[in-house]
Antibody
Framework: EVHLVESGGGLVQPGRSLRLSCAASGFIFGDYAMHWVRQVPGKGLEWVSGISWNSGAIGYADSVKGRFTISRDNAKNSLYLQMRSLKVEDTALYSC?????????????WGQGTLVTVSS | DIQMTQSPSSLSASVGDRVTITCRASQAISEYLAWYQHKPGKLPKLLIYAASILQSGVPSRFSGSGSGTDFTLTISSLQPEDVATYYCQKYNNALFTFGPGTKVDVK
């Protein structure tokens, strides 16, 4: 069974940094693309960033480009999101998502998420 | 960047009704379109991918169609358990944009 467990969220001041982690199990992590998706409570889903199986293809939403960096360690079955220059509008529940394939594939499994609150 | 729109933003229908949700891409995306169901308190669920292929385990009352820029999700006979927000998503390049969602309620 696929398990995705996020960690690293919390309360942070605007302009500061935070690093999210996602521990994956139940599948061959290195065979699949992975993504981060966020949702403000009561609002819609927003894709944040994605990374292909071998880190060869990476993408970011315009709202986070230049501030967030996605990475993965296939040896550790882990996905990361380094968030810098955080803004109040980055406040959301951040979820780790497994795609159904190695690159351009839809999203198949979601983690429960970790809450990031950006506030002074 | 390609923008995704959905209509309507919300709808209320009776059990047994046929429900149709529309998704439009600002540029052609071939059939790189997925539909997700997100129930309150639950994790999003993939319903349809490649515009019209039903994900394993999804009831056959759900169907998808379209290509290029215009897509539809149809629920042939709405059930009480279908109350949820439905999102379309494009995945034709490194940007996986979601539509704004359509909230479906049962009267």
């Amino acid at each position: 069974e696929v398990h995705l467990v996020e960690s690293g969220g919390g309360l942070v001041q605007p302009g500061r940094s935070l690093r999210l982690s996602c521990a994956a199990s139940g599948f061959i992590f290195g065979d699949y693309a992975m993504h981060w998706v966020r949702q403000v409570p009561g609002k819609g889903l927003e894709w944040v960033s994605g990374i292909s199986w071998n880190s060869g293809a990476i993408g970011y939403a315009d709202s986070v480009k230049g501030r967030f960096t996605i990475s993965r360690d296939n040896a550790k079955n882990s996905l990361y999101l380094q968030m810098r220059s955080l803004k109040v509008e980055d406040t959301a529940l951040y979820s780790c998502v497994k795609a159904s394939g190695w690159n351009l594939n839809p999203f198949e499994h979601w983690g429960q998420g970790t809450l990031v609150t950006v506030s002074s | 960047d390609i923008q995704m729109t959905q209509s309507p933003s919300s709808l209320s229908a009776s059990v047994g009704d046929r429900v149709t949700i529309t998704c439009r891409a600002s540029q052609a995306i071939s059939e790189y379109l997925a539909w997700y169901q997100h129930k309150p308190g639950k994790l999003p669920k993939l319903l349809i991918y490649a515009a019209s292929i039903l994900q394993s385990g999804v009831p056959s009352r759900f169907s998808g169609s379209g290509s290029g820029t215009d897509f539809t999700l149809t629920i042939s006979s709405l059930q009480p358990e279908d109350v949820a927000t439905y999102y379309c998503q494009k995945y034709n390049n490194a940007l996986f944009t979601f539509g704004p969602g359509t909230k479906v309620d049962v009267k």
